[in-house]
């Protein structure tokens, strides 16, 4: 028996997760890594990831720019960044 391959995202599904990647390592990039307590913390704003996006893609999408503001903690040790699933 073979195996059958999933379903292939469509273009678009695969744009959109390459813009979100791209505005995540963006906002990862200009963050702030204290590691004296094991956290990142966000320095940018959402105009500023929206600028990054519109200079990298034709067509960036609105859905692609995350939730972000100075002062946001991103990652953290315990698990509980904006940036961190859940469900650890």
Not at 13 to 39: P, Y
């Amino acid at each position: 028996m073979t195996h059958k391959r999933g379903l292939r995202r469509s273009s678009k599904s695969h744009e959109l997760r390459v813009q979100l990647n791209d505005a995540h390592r963006f906002v990862s990039g200009e963050a702030f890594r204290d590691r004296n307590i094991s956290e990142t913390v966000c320095l940018t704003t959402i105009d500023k990831v929206v600028q990054h996006l519109a200079v990298t893609f034709e067509q960036a999408a609105p859905e692609a720019v995350p939730e972000v503001e100075p002062g946001l903690v991103l990652y953290n040790s315990i698990g509980e960044g904006s940036f961190q699933n859940a469900e650890n």
